[in-house]
T-cell receptor
Framework: GAGVSQSPRYKVAKRGQDVALRCDPI?????LFWYQQALGQGPEFLTY????????KSGLPSDRFFAERPEGSVSTLKIQRTQQEDSAVYLC????????????FGDGTRLSIL | AQRVTQPEKLLSVFKGAPVELKCNYS??????LFWYVQYSRQRLQLLLR??SRESIKGFTADLNKGETSFHLKKPFAQEEDSAMYYC???????????FGKGTLLTVNP
C-alpha cells in the first residue's frame, strides 16, 4: 500500500480483556515504531523493531504489553488484561532505514477500555 | 533525559497575521529537531526538520542552541494552516522521537 496501515481503527474492550493491534508498515521499511498517545498528550515511544528484531522496548509501560514482528514486516502490539489507563491512540510508524526521517505514521488505533 | 515543551496548548490568529509556535527542549548533547503536523482527519506527518534548513508551506524554524528553542514561524498565516503541531526531538545516536504535547493552531478568516 501507499502508507502505513493500522487495524482496527477503533477498538472497544472491557477491562481485563486482551487486545491485539496490527500494523502494516510501508513495504521495504526496516524500522518500525509503536507510540502511545493519551488524550491531550503527544505520542510517547513504546518500542522499536529493526526488521524482526525488537531492539528497544524501554517504553512499554508494563509486562502486559507485548509486541512482535516475526517476519520483519507486519507487527502486532498485544495488551493483556487491559486496564482503563490503557485507553489511548496507538500509533505505528515506519522508516526505510535506521534513524531515517521522516518516520511515516499510520492513522492509529483508538483503544477505549470500559 | 530529553524533554520537549510546547507552552501553548491553543493558539488562535487571524488570516494574514504572523504566527509563532513555541518549542523548547531539554537535551545535554546535540539534538535533531522536527516539527510534525496533523491536519483534521489526517495522519501525523513531518513538516520540517532543522538540518534541512528549508521552508515548507511558508513555515521556517531555527534551532537556537543557546536558548534551547526551535520555534516555528510563518509571516502570514492561512486558514489551511489550522492543525495540531508537534515539536519533536531525537537525541544523539538515538532513533526514537520525543514529542511535545502539541499546539492546536486555529487560523480564523
Amino acid at each position: 500500500g501507499a502508507g502505513v496501515s493500522q487495524s482496527p481503527r477503533y477498538k472497544v474492550a472491557k477491562r481485563g480483556q486482551d487486545v491485539a493491534l496490527r500494523c502494516d508498515p510501508i513495504s521495504g521499511h526496516v524500522s518500525l515504531f509503536w507510540y502511545q498517545q493519551a488524550l491531550g498528550q503527544g505520542p510517547e515511544f513504546l518500542t522499536y523493531f529493526q526488521n524482526e528484531a525488537q531492539l528497544d522496548k524501554s517504553g512499554l509501560p508494563s509486562d502486559r504489553f507485548f509486541a512482535e514482528r516475526p517476519e520483519g514486516s507486519v507487527s502486532t502490539l498485544k495488551i493483556q488484561r487491559t486496564q482503563q489507563e490503557d485507553s489511548a491512540v496507538y500509533l505505528c510508524a515506519s522508516s526505510f532505514r535506521v534513524r531515517d526521517q521522516p518516520q511515516h505514521f499510520g492513522d492509529g488505533t483508538r483503544l477505549s477500555i470500559l | 533525559a530529553q524533554r520537549v515543551t510546547q507552552p501553548e496548548k491553543l493558539l488562535s490568529v487571524f488570516k494574514g497575521a504572523p504566527v509563532e509556535l513555541k518549542c523548547n527542549y531539554s537535551y545535554s548533547g546535540s539534538p535533531e529537531l522536527f516539527w510534525y503536523v496533523q491536519y483534521s482527519r489526517q495522519r501525523l506527518q513531518l513538516l520540517l526538520r532543522h538540518i534541512s534548513r528549508e521552508s515548507i508551506k511558508g513555515f521556517t524554524a531555527d534551532l537556537n542552541k543557546g536558548e534551547t528553542s526551535f520555534h516555528l514561524k510563518k509571516p502570514f498565516a492561512q486558514e489551511e494552516d489550522s492543525a495540531m503541531y508537534y515539536c519533536a526531538l531525537i537525541g544523539g545516536s538515538n532513533y526514537k522521537l520525543t514529542f511535545g504535547k502539541g499546539t492546536l493552531l486555529t487560523v480564523n478568516p
